[in-house]
């Protein structure tokens, strides 16, 4: 929660009270733990990176940038962003909850229908079913997307949800939500491509993981970036690779592996762009992971038929 602004003729705010050791930097007033050398050209606190807000002269705190205060614009012009250049929402985790409600309506209907209806929607490359050749190879092309939000068992539905509240709300919040959502999806649709290139043309398969394994591998990125200790992740990730590679589970690592290259590549591309470019590079990285999923499907596609 942000706290309460100070006056401009009080420059002194929650981050910088006290004294300071001669050898240090004062910390961020919305962020206490993070040393910086920004400074509010207006009110004087100090801000980190992901606090700092461009104005004609040096940056501005969020408080400022909400009041008007001298940026050049109106202040629902110059809001602040986030530290991948997203916009503060007032539910941070809109997207992962709305994530996680279509993925329980799925499984519901795969409860309630059977497998019928997951047949219907789950990725493979080519296999006679109902008595005729289905799969992507034949033109079913949106099973790249709808295996995305089918599961097969409820072990399998609870790891992957919670994975994703675990892991996306607090991505969510520093991406915001149109970068967010085109991570999870690109994440998504590469674990879909490098399964549909790799395996067994009548493999079945099917999960949110290939999207979750893009988040981790953003996440990862977004640590290194923060400088944040990141052994509780490659820990954590660790743990889910052995069991994604280990016999016995029946865990198609094709998708695994693409969603978590595809996220590491995006989201390098979220927390790295400078901010003069910042869109640009991001949406363009974007671009050329949605480019290579068509050329990995077509070429796929090209070989089963």
Known sequence: MDQAPGS????????????????SLPTCY????????????RCERPICPECSVDAPVGFQCPECVRSGSGTGHPAAAAQPRTLAGGKFAADPRLV???????????????LSVGDRFTDSFDLFGQAFLSGELQGVAEGQWYRLLTAMFLHGSYIHIMFNM???WWIGGPLEAVLGRARYLTLYFLSGLAGSALSYLLAAPNQPSLGASGAIFGLFGATAVLMRRLKNDMRPL?????INLIF??????????QAHIGGLVAG???????????????????????????????????VRTVQLT
């Open 8 to 23: 401009p003729q009080d420059p002194q705010g929650p981050g910088d009270q006290g004294p300071q050791d001669a050898r």
């Open 244 to 253: 994604t590679f280990s016999p016995g589970f029946n865990i198609a690592w």
């Open 96 to 110: 992962t909850k709305v994530l996680i409600g279509i993925n329980l309506a799925a499984f519901l209907v795969q």
């Open 234 to 238: 490659i820990a954590l990730l660790v």
């Open 264 to 298: 590491v590549v995006i989201g390098y591309a979220m927390v790295h762009a400078p901010r003069e470019r910042r869109a640009l590079i991001q949406y363009g990285v974007s671009a050329l992971v949605l480019v290579a999923v068509v050329v990995t499907t077509l």
């Open 162 to 164: 919670l994975s994703l």
């Open 30 to 41: 919305r962020h206490p733990d993070r040393e910086t050398g920004i400074r509010c050209t």
